[in-house]
Structure formats: C-alpha cells, structure tokens
C-alpha cells in the first residue's frame, strides 16, 4: 500500500449506530488531519494532530471522536450523528514542523450518509 | 490562513497552456503560496509550492509576482485529465503544534474542451 488510505470508502449509518472510519498513512509523515467536504461547501478542517497529540479541534460537535494510536494511524469515531453530517470525510498526512513548507497528502475519502 | 481570491472557472482547450491566478493581497511575508486540485470524486492533490521564487515541477510551474501579491498557476500542456477544482491556499511558515491545517475556499473549477 502506498500514500494515504482510507476504510470503508463508503458507509451508511443509523442516527443511534456507532461506526469508525480508519485512515493509515504509508508515508512517514507524523501530523494527520481530518477534513469534511459537504456537498456545495468547501473543505473543512476537523482535527489535526502532530506527533500523536491533538494540536486543533475545529469547533467539532463531540459526536465526532478522532484517536490517533500512533503516527500512521488515524480514526474518527462516530456516533448519534445527524443526516446533515452526511457528507465525504478526508484524511490527510505531512511532516510536522515548519508546516507552510510542507505539502499534505490527501486519503480518497469515505463517503458518509446518516440516514 | 490569510484570505486568497480566484475565479470562480476557467475554461480551456486541450494541449493548451492554462494560467490560473489567485490574488492574496494580504500575504505575509513568511507565508508559503501552495496549490492544490481535487478531480472528481477524488481527495485533494497536492499541486506545487513557493514562498518568493518561481517553482517547476513535474505537475506545473508557479509563478509568483515580485510583490507576491499575486500568483499564477502554469499548465503547460492542459490534458482532459487536468479538469478538476484548483484551490491556492497560504499557508504560514510555522504554527503551534508544528502542523496546521489547510483553509479551503471554493477554488477555480477548469473546465477543459477537448
């Protein structure tokens, strides 16, 4: 496997389920960020974490819950979620440090619906 | 992220070059001008980079203005595979935590005509 992946690609999800989406990145990287994309809206920042420690939380709703065990692997954790969070969920890595140098490097995403 | 402005779309034809630009008159001077595109039904793809000179790669070429106030992504040679939403994003030289996220706007969408 190589740059970012990302499971499942697509998932359909009850508003009382409890699901998780994984993202493994084959890069080396260790800063890994979740994105949302809604349809009509661009992309928005969720989480980011560098060297295994959350650095930003956009002002996510706490039915979203990011874990990152270690820096190739990242998973956010979903439950009681609203059909308005139906959306494709991005998962992207870099190297942490002097971030503007650094470009991220995106997973295909995991298409959501909450029904 | 300081704030960019680009066209809405462009349209262009195949095996041409196309010139997207993007304006960001509010740049600092130590943030990096990065480009990236998303295809259809796929996740953002990292484009090119700069911060004061020009930059070629295996992609494209970006030209960055002497005020770098503005700046110019170069297609040479469009292919209908380049169709995509192109996105310029700043991005400062250091933040807290050593990683920061991207701030997307709506970015141009290319349209090429074969």
């Known amino acids: 496997e190589t740059g970012v992946t990302q499971t499942p690609r697509h998932l359909v999800m009850g508003m009382t389920n409890k699901k998780s989406l994984k993202c493994e990145q084959h890069?080396?990287?260790?800063?890994m960020y979740w994105y949302k994309q809604s349809a009509k809206k661009p992309l928005e920042l969720m989480f980011v974490?560098?060297?295994?420690?959350?650095?930003e939380n956009n002002s996510v709703p706490s039915r979203f819950s990011p874990e990152c065990p270690n820096s190739s692997h990242l998973f956010l954790h979903l439950h009681t979620l609203q059909p308005e969070d139906s959306a494709l969920y991005l998962c992207?890595?870099?190297?942490?440090?002097?971030?503007?140098?650094?470009?991220?490097?995106f997973g295909p995403g995991t298409r959501l619906t909450v029904t | 992220d300081a704030k960019t402005t680009q066209p809405n779309s462009m349209e262009s034809n195949e095996e041409e070059p196309v010139h997207l630009p993007c304006n960001h008159s509010?740049?600092?001077?130590?943030?990096?001008i990065h480009w990236y595109r998303q295809l259809p039904s796929q996740g953002p793809e990292y484009v090119i980079h700069?911060?004061?000179s020009n930059v070629n790669n295996r992609m494209a070429s970006l030209a960055i203005a002497e005020d770098r106030k503005s700046s110019t992504l170069i297609l040479h040679r469009a292919t209908l595979r380049d169709a995509a939403v192109y996105y310029c994003?700043?991005?400062?030289?250091?933040?807290?935590?050593?990683?920061?996220?991207?701030?997307f706007g709506k970015g141009t969408h290319l349209i090429i005509q074969p």
């Open positions: 974490y560098s060297l295994e420690e959350r650095v």
């Open positions: 992207a890595s870099s190297q942490a440090g002097t971030s503007g140098a650094y470009e991220q490097y």
């Open positions: 890069l080396g990287h260790n800063a």
């Open positions: 994003i700043l991005r400062a030289m250091y933040s807290g935590g050593g990683a920061d996220g991207l701030t």
């Open positions: 509010t740049i600092s001077g130590t943030d990096y």
């Open positions: 700069g911060l004061t």
